[in-house]
């Protein structure tokens, strides 16, 4: 067991076969050649408590799995080394370039809304004011934190959540999805 810190380690898309031989692809992380998929987050207010946890996990695997507990901005995430799944890259397989739209969109929105969701409150624009409102900035930083992903792939999924109206931009003259300060608010909200 090893207690690392998020810039010591290479986050990554991991392709995972289950018995049916369908593949989801999950968060994974890279660290000196092993694969690592996630497991259980403690808030940072519970590092000892982490640390117990991931000892017993590491006793009970009879210390033949690698587990690494790292330290992340809000949270400490347990990952479990698992030699069944494979790393990806976007130039070396067919899963990648499909995980954003892979994604359950109303299993997404559910998370964004709730309470470690995007940040969702009352802001002005001009005389206008908006209630329930984030920023496509604000969405894109959730997004890349909770997923693990890049914020282009962040911004394609911010895209998809406005093409399927899970999303409203507040601004009238805005078709896309934006990084930036436009304000967006979730439909389910109106």
Same mark, same amino acid.
């Given at each position: 067991? &090893?207690?690392? =810190?998020?810039?010591?380690?290479?986050?990554?898309?991991? $392709?995972?076969? #289950?018995? /049916?031989?369908? +593949?989801?692809?999950?968060?994974?992380?890279?660290?000196?050649?092993?694969?690592?998929?996630?497991?259980?987050?403690?808030?940072?207010?519970?590092?000892?408590?982490?640390?117990?946890?991931?000892?017993?996990?590491?006793?009970?695997?009879?210390?033949?799995?690698?587990?690494?507990?790292?330290?992340?901005?809000?949270?400490?995430?347990?990952?479990?080394?698992?030699?069944?799944?494979?790393? &990806?890259?976007? =130039?070396?397989?067919?899963?990648?370039?499909?995980?954003? $739209?892979?994604? #359950?969109? /109303?299993?997404? +929105?559910?998370?964004?809304?709730?309470?470690?969701?995007?940040?969702?409150?009352?802001?002005?624009?001009?005389?206008?004011?908006?209630?329930?409102?984030?920023?496509?900035?604000?969405?894109?930083?959730?997004?890349?934190?909770?997923?693990?992903?890049?914020?282009?792939?962040?911004?394609?999924?911010?895209?998809?959540?406005?093409?399927?109206?899970?999303?409203?931009?507040?601004?009238?003259?805005?078709?896309?999805?934006?990084?930036?300060?436009?304000?967006?608010?979730?439909?389910?909200?109106?």
């Amino acid at each position: 067991m &090893l207690l690392l =810190s998020a810039k010591q380690v290479q986050y990554c898309q991991v $392709a995972k076969r #289950d018995p /049916t031989g369908k +593949v989801e692809v999950i968060p994974g992380i890279s660290y000196y050649g092993k694969v690592f998929v996630r497991g259980e987050i403690f808030p940072l207010s519970q590092r000892n408590r982490a640390i117990e946890y991931s000892r017993q996990k590491f006793s009970e695997y009879k210390e033949k799995v690698y587990i690494l507990l790292v330290e992340e901005k809000d949270r400490l995430t347990l990952w479990y080394e698992n030699s069944e799944v494979t790393e &990806l890259s976007s =130039s070396n397989n067919e899963y990648f370039t499909d995980f954003i $739209a892979t994604i #359950d969109l /109303t299993q997404l +929105v559910f998370k964004m809304r709730g309470k470690q969701g995007v940040p969702r409150k009352k802001r002005r624009r001009g005389f206008r004011t908006f209630r329930e409102s984030f920023s496509g900035r604000e969405a894109v930083n959730w997004l890349q934190q909770y997923l693990q992903i890049s914020r282009e792939d962040a911004i394609r999924l911010g895209e998809r959540l406005l093409d399927n109206y899970f999303l409203s931009p507040l601004t009238m003259n805005i078709r896309s999805f934006q990084d930036g300060e436009v304000l967006y608010r979730f439909t389910a909200d109106e």
